[in-house]
């Protein structure tokens, strides 16, 4: 059995140093995670890599995943018994507001729902619905910081892929790269969506990194390449 080692680049690891010697120790692809990296910085991060090692490429998608909005200055403290609100329109988070991506998730949102944010580091629960916001009571205080995972206890559907991945992977295609991962895959048509877009000859590994991913894994796994399990997320 062939071993493959998905190694993950980031900032402190995205230079000629590192990445030739994750080479030499058989790295089998590099990872750009997208839900971290900005569309504007895919081609150059694409053009440094392939200039610098013989690697693929694998473009990791924000895939269907609730997360949190922009705030002002670091984390937001939340403490126990308090109350935020989630709005619907676009705002500077701080402690009495913040916004969840996508904005229009406030409509799945329903009173008495349980939300964990940023890997349970929060609980929250809904006491009040309106169409501008609904209102949170924090169950279990603490710091939630910008871009940071949401989970609802609840179903709720969101498309697989989002505006951003569509645009990074156009970016990607375009620069050769044929190796796609597929975040919080949760049935088969959610990766031959990713296989639609990322074309012929495309390499789909799709993530089981949820309770709906691994209800469907037998038919994720008939339409996918490979499968990278997440033990750490399947919970949600």
């Given at each position: 059995m062939t071993t493959e080692i998905l190694c993950t680049l980031g900032p402190s690891s995205m230079n000629e140093r590192v990445i030739k010697r994750l080479e030499e120790l058989n790295a089998s692809l590099f990872r750009i995670n997208l839900s971290h990296t900005a569309v504007s910085a895919v081609a150059e991060m694409i053009h440094f890599i392939q200039e610098h090692c013989s690697v693929p490429v694998c473009l990791d998608s924000e895939g269907a995943q609730v997360r949190t909005g922009d705030?002002?200055?670091?984390?937001?403290?939340?403490?126990?018994?308090?109350?935020?609100?989630?709005?619907?329109?676009?705002?500077?988070?701080?402690?009495?507001?913040?916004?969840?991506?996508?904005?229009?998730?406030?409509?799945?949102?329903?009173?008495?729902?349980?939300?964990?944010?940023?890997?349970n580091e929060v609980?929250?629960?809904?006491?009040?619905?309106?169409?501008?916001?609904?209102?949170?009571?924090?169950?279990?205080?603490?710091?939630?910081?910008?871009?940071?995972?949401?989970?609802?206890?609840?179903?709720?559907?969101?498309?697989?892929?989002?505006?951003?991945?569509?645009?990074?992977?156009?970016?990607?295609?375009?620069?050769?790269?044929?190796?796609?991962?597929?975040?919080?895959?949760?049935?088969?048509?959610?990766?031959?969506?990713?296989?639609?877009?990322?074309?012929?000859g495309s390499f789909i590994i799709s993530k089981i990194e949820s309770r709906r991913g691994l209800k469907n894994l037998n038919e994720i796994a008939s339409v996918s390449d490979a499968l990278l399990i997440d033990r750490g997320d399947m919970s949600r």
């Open positions: 705030s002002l200055q670091g984390p937001i403290v939340l403490t126990e018994h308090s109350f935020v609100k989630v709005c619907r329109e676009y705002v500077i988070g701080n402690a009495s507001q913040f916004n969840l991506y996508p904005l229009n998730i406030v409509d799945q949102i329903e009173v008495d729902d349980f939300i964990s944010i940023d890997f609980l929250t629960q809904v006491v009040e619905k309106r169409y501008e916001d609904i209102t949170l009571r924090i169950i279990n205080g603490g710091q939630i910081g910008q871009n940071k995972a949401v989970t609802v206890q609840r179903s709720i559907s969101l498309p697989p892929l989002t505006e951003k991945d569509h645009k990074a992977i156009s970016v990607g295609r375009e620069l050769g790269v044929r190796h796609f991962a597929l975040s919080f895959a949760g049935q088969a048509d959610d990766v031959n969506q990713l296989r639609e877009i990322s074309g012929s």
